[in-house]
């Protein structure tokens, strides 16, 4: 009775065994055209393998006991860590000449499909961000009618924005059962794009504005300039983990409330926000 049960003992621990050996083994990663990482952290543990170079450009390589790189491992600002038991082929250059191989330099070789996927949203805010220079370029006087806007009534700004946002999809909805408002439901949704756009120039605009007096109290940023500084202030904001959506949201109501406002004249809504009069000009054609 007694071997019995040892031998059943013994069965199972085996089988255990080669059970988390399968599980090892299918979780290992293979490269096989080398490997690229661009400003993210990256760990290769045991049983992975990268058949050819490897780049590390803004980031971190951790190689762990047991993972092989067959090339070389060259790093653009960034760092690898090769911890025991991990095999590389060829030699670790950090193309800068921080170390040994002092003046080794080559152009990085960046994977862009996987550096679009490691940092979609970084990409897509440049992006968004190139759209609001050229709607800049494109409308500057409309843009500086949004920006006066904003300034002196950012409350009535959000509020005209709130209105617009949440009456986009009935107005959507009365045109589709209409029949023939149909083709105008694609001019609605561009002009509430276009809305946006140029309220987040005017946002932009002012938040860059105001951080430059800071800086340079006496002196007057070009439109240009005020401009992209917003734009990377309020990108920055865009991207922290918990506020970002907050400051999105923000941007893009109080921005498309002030991009309403900058079609109608002061004297429609004067009376509403309680401004002196004569503050702005009559609004351009």
């Known amino acids: 009775m007694k071997a019995r049960l040892v031998r059943l003992v013994a069965a199972f621990a085996l089988l255990l065994a080669f059970m988390g050996i399968g599980a090892s083994g299918a979780s290992a990663r293979t490269w096989n055209d080398g490997l690229s990482i661009w400003a993210s952290d990256k760990t290769l543990s045991a049983g992975d393998e990268v058949r050819g170079d490897v780049t590390v450009t803004f980031g971190t390589l951790t190689c762990e006991d047991g993972a092989i790189i067959d090339g070389n491992v060259r790093t653009y600002f960034g760092d690898f860590e090769q911890l025991n038991g991990c095999r590389v082929g060829g030699r670790v250059i950090n193309a800068f000449g921080d170390g040994d191989d002092l003046g080794v330099f080559s152009l990085p070789s960046v994977d862009v499909p996987d550096a679009l996927s490691e940092n979609r949203k970084i990409f897509s805010n440049l992006a968004w961000d190139a759209v609001v220079v050229l709607i800049f370029l494109l409308f500057p006087l409309r843009v500086r009618v949004a920006l006066e806007r904003v300034e002196k009534h950012p409350g009535l700004s959000a ?18 059962l209409s029949i023939i408002g149909i083709p105008l439901i694609v001019i609605e949704f561009a ?46 904001a865009q991207t922290l983990p918990v506020v970002g959506w907050a400051v999105t949201a923000l941007v893009w109501i109080v921005g498309l409330g002030a991009t309403v406002l900058a079609f109608m004249r002061e004297s429609a809504f004067r009376a509403t926000s309680g401004t002196a009069p004569g503050s702005i000009p009559a609004n351009p054609a």
């Open 191 to 236: 002009a509430l794009l276009a809305g946006i756009w140029i309220g987040h120039a005017a946002v932009a605009l002012l938040v860059g504005r105001r951080l430059y007096e800071l800086i340079r109290p006496h002196a007057t940023p070009s439109p240009l300039g005020a401009l992209v500084l917003g734009l990377i202030v309020v990108s920055a």
């Open 159 to 176: 509020l005209a924005g709130a209105v617009a946002l949440v009456a986009v999809l009935p107005i959507a909805i009365m045109l589709l």
